[in-house]
């Protein structure tokens, strides 16, 4: 069983930074590649970035590109988000998730989930 806890989150003014991390148990995180999404409220819930096993390859959502950048630590079995220039329009819970195919970004290629962080951008 694989455990994933998010932390990390809050509340940040617009233009502020804040790093998301993701904690893994149960398994290796190297056998996962990772993925960060976020759900806002009425809205579904949508890929925000990705990491490959080893960490060698990373994917963003268009608009999260040059502002987000998602990392690993497989020895520490921990997934980190860094948030930059962050907008009100970030305002979310965030999820990171494990799956065990290559380069995931559909939610449904994963298999675990975390419980989610909230962040709150405010103007």
């Known amino acids: 069983q694989v455990q994933l806890v998010e932390s990390g989150g809050g509340l940040v003014q617009a233009g502020g930074s804040l790093r998301l991390s993701c904690a893994v148990s149960?398994?290796?995180?190297?056998?996962?590649?990772m993925g960060w999404f976020r759900q806002a409220p009425g809205n579904e819930r949508e890929f925000v970035a990705g990491?490959?096993?080893?960490?060698?390859?990373?994917y963003y959502a268009d608009f999260v590109k040059g502002r987000f950048t998602v990392s690993r630590d497989n020895a520490k079995n921990t997934v980190y988000l860094q948030m930059s220039s962050l907008k009100p329009e970030d305002t979310a819970v965030y999820y990171c998730a494990a799956a065990t195919g290559s380069y995931p970004q559909r939610s449904s290629e994963f298999t675990y989930w975390g419980q989610g962080t909230q962040l709150t951008v405010s103007s």
């Open positions: 990491i490959s096993l080893g960490g060698s390859t990373t």
């Open positions: 149960g398994r290796t995180l190297s056998r996962y590649a």
